[in-house]
Structures are given as structure tokens and as C-alpha cells.
């Protein structure tokens, strides 16, 4: 499993749950860990700091597999 650090971006945590409830950051939570799971990918990375800098209006990121 992967997931997309926080502090690979440098933003706050309270930033990106404002954004998904306001549907900026379009994500589901995991089913089994019951979490917002990133996938550590440098196209998330780009889209996540694309975001935070205001030049897109919102991301969707894709589910993230893994061995379970």
C-alpha cells in the first residue's frame, strides 16, 4: 500500500480535508482502513501542489490498490 505524505506537499492536513469536503479534492476513503488513501505517484504530487497553488480548480484522485 502507498500513500501520498502530507509533507511531500507541505500543506496542512486541515487544508486537504477542507478540499474534499468542499469537493476540491474528489477521493473516497478506503473501505478497509476507513482513510483517505493517496497514492505516492508523482502525478498526485503535481496535482495536489497545482492545487494548492490555485492553478486548477480541483483533482480527483483515483483509488488506490493494494494486497489485502
Not at 492536513?13 to 469537493?23: A, P, Q, V
Not at 497514492?39 to 486548477?56: A, D, F, M, S, Y
Request: charged residues 25%; hydrophobic residues 30%.
Amino acid at each position: 500500500m502507498h500513500a501520498c505524505r502530507k509533507d511531500t506537499v507541505q500543506i496542512d492536513l486541515s487544508w486537504i480535508y477542507r478540499k474534499i469536503g468542499s469537493g476540491a479534492i474528489q477521493i473516497k476513503k478506503d473501505p478497509i482502513y476507513a482513510c483517505y488513501l493517496f497514492p505516492r505517484t508523482k502525478q498526485c504530487v503535481n496535482q495536489l501542489e497545482r492545487l494548492k497553488n490555485g492553478r486548477i480548480p480541483h483533482v480527483s484522485i483515483p483509488k488506490v490498490h493494494h494486497d489485502g
